[in-house]
């Protein structure tokens, strides 16, 4: 079943997001105000001219039922805020928004936002990637073809140590470290320079590198 994202707001970060989305196999529902914008968004995603700070826009194009939704406003702090709000409203699970300022990203995470993205610092096609592969939880293009990736624990794996996974071999990807939980759940992952013999956990993260179409293979 195709994962359904909603974005909310038709400028150069949503456009783009909405079209990586589209190339990764979801299914993309875009809301905007600018009757050209939705136009032009149409050959690659549901486009819904409306005002998303009113809450019946978001229900009437499906928002309650989508998986992901990201708030892609920026310049229009109340207007980011009210879509926020308003789809965390129609119980969208995972609510991602866009701030222009850390003030700005703070007041998004106070009204609800999961998880808040800064354009300087998060790519449209960065947070596509991570939307699309479930697997992967953080990405990172290092060079045309290569990336670093924050992935979880393949299920085939776990349980096993390094060399008995033959990670390397099976996926192309070579394990930089492990991420594991601290016992106290309060205090960040510890950081585990791996050896063979370490065995891989089902809560563990692992940071991987290699060329970016075994990512996509992995995932």
């Not at 970060?13 to 939705?38: H, I, K, Q, T, Y």
């Not at 149409?42 to 989508?66: K, M, N, R, W, Y």
């Not at 300022?101 to 998880?115: F, M, P, Q, T, V």
């Not at 510890?190 to 563990?204: F, S």
């Amino acid at each position: 079943m195709k994962k359904r994202i909603g974005i909310i707001g038709a400028g150069r970060f949503g456009m783009s997001l909405a079209e990586s989305m589209m190339n990764a196999g979801m299914e993309v529902v875009l809301v905007d105000r600018n009757r050209p914008a939705m136009q032009s968004a149409s050959e690659f995603a549901t486009a819904i001219q409306g005002d998303a700070t009113q809450p019946h826009v978001l229900e009437e194009a499906g928002f309650g039922e989508c998986d992901v939704v990201v708030v892609a406003i920026g310049s229009n702090i109340e207007a980011s805020m009210m879509a926020t709000a308003n789809s965390k409203e129609l119980g969208v699970e995972t609510v991602i928004a866009k701030a222009s300022s850390e003030l700005h990203g703070k007041i998004l995470r106070r009204i609800g936002a999961d998880s808040v993205v800064y354009p300087d610092r998060d790519s449209a096609h960065r947070l596509a990637r991570a939307i699309a592969n479930h697997d992967v939880v953080d990405f990172l293009e290092v060079s045309e073809g290569y990336s670093i990736a924050e992935i979880d624990v393949p299920e085939n794996v776990r349980g096993k140590t390094l060399a008995e996974s033959s990670f390397r071999t099976a996926t192309g990807l070579t394990v930089l470290c492990i991420r594991r939980p601290a016992e106290d759940s309060k205090e960040p992952r510890t950081v585990i320079i791996p050896q063979a013999t370490d065995v891989l956990r089902e809560d563990d993260r692992l940071i991987v590198f290699g060329e970016t179409k075994r990512l996509d293979e992995l995932s």
